[in-house]
């Protein structure tokens, strides 16, 4: 069929980007042919014309067009692009798994006003999960703390994060991450931003924090090594698309600030 609309399309976890010299980087208008589910879903606007995203067997053949992971979509097209692209993918990966009742088994039935699938013999409702999670940045005068996971890429550094636990809430999240897996204490917590992640869908939910005490001992499991950096002085980063940089960038920005002043 085709449809006036802009196209998220994906396909063995890649996305379909159209190198257009400043046009929209996705596909317009075009006759897709559907995997399973078959049925697209609306997932926003792009510049004011509805966007639909859907799983393919394979891309059509277009002059332009590129097959791309998630993550390489900011560098090709843009945080607006990108943003897109991740909130379709992660709708498209709620279709797919909500198939069937996580209740009773029975095959479920997509709803028409909102994002949700109804099961007909139950009746649950299941919506897209989303997965709140907190990153903590810890001043300590001049200094900030980074620490390095086992799954960055080789020699990145970033600030401490980790998942919201059933009943916990966001302050108390901050202060027991940072004290599991550096085994130091926080204060005077203050929110900075939040961010979509859609990797597969987090909610990155970031704060400022002074260091309150302790020293830094690593938990094996979590943390392979962690340190206090200057601003002058920092190691390899995460790449701009994240949150955590933007996180370091405007600490180390307010620090250079607090210095010129008179």
């Given amino acids: 069929m085709t449809t006036p609309a802009y196209w998220v399309l994906r396909c063995d976890n890649r996305l379909l980007i159209v190198d257009g010299d400043g046009a929209a980087p996705f596909p317009f208008g075009l006759p897709i042919e559907m995997g399973s589910p078959a049925s697209p879903l609306a997932v926003g606007t792009w510049q004011g014309v ?40 992660q709708l498209l990966d709620w279709q797919r798994q909500h198939r069937f009742c996580g209740q009773c088994g029975t095959p479920t039935e997509r709803l028409d006003h909102e994002h949700a699938t109804r099961c007909p013999a139950c009746g649950l409702i299941a919506y897209p999960r989303i997965s709140p999670a907190v990153m903590v ?13 086992p799954r960055f890429k080789p020699g990145v550094f970033s600030a401490l994060a980790g ?85 370091i960038d405007a600490a180390c920005a307010e620090l250079h600030s607090a210095h010129r002043r008179p």
């Fill in 163 to 247: 998942f919201v636990e059933p009943g916990e809430t966001l302050e108390q999240c901050a202060r027991r991450e940072v004290r599991e897996e550096v085994g130091i204490d926080i204060a005077h917590l203050r929110y900075f931003a939040s961010q979509p992640w859609p990797f597969p869908n987090s909610l990155m939910v970031a704060f400022l924090a002074d260091y309150a005490g302790g020293e830094i001992t690593p938990e094996p499991a979590e943390i392979e090594a962690a340190g206090w950096f200057s601003p002058g002085a920092l190691p390899l980063l995460p790449d701009p698309v994240s949150i955590s940089r933007r996180l």
């Fill in 137 to 149: 940045l810890v001043c300590k005068g001049d200094q900030l703390l980074l620490a390095r996971s």
């Fill in 50 to 89: 509805p966007c639909l995203a859907a799983d393919v067997m394979a891309f059509p053949r277009l002059a332009h067009g590129e097959a791309a992971p998630l993550r390489s979509v900011f560098e090709l097209a843009g945080d607006a692009a990108f943003a897109l692209a991740g909130r379709a993918v």
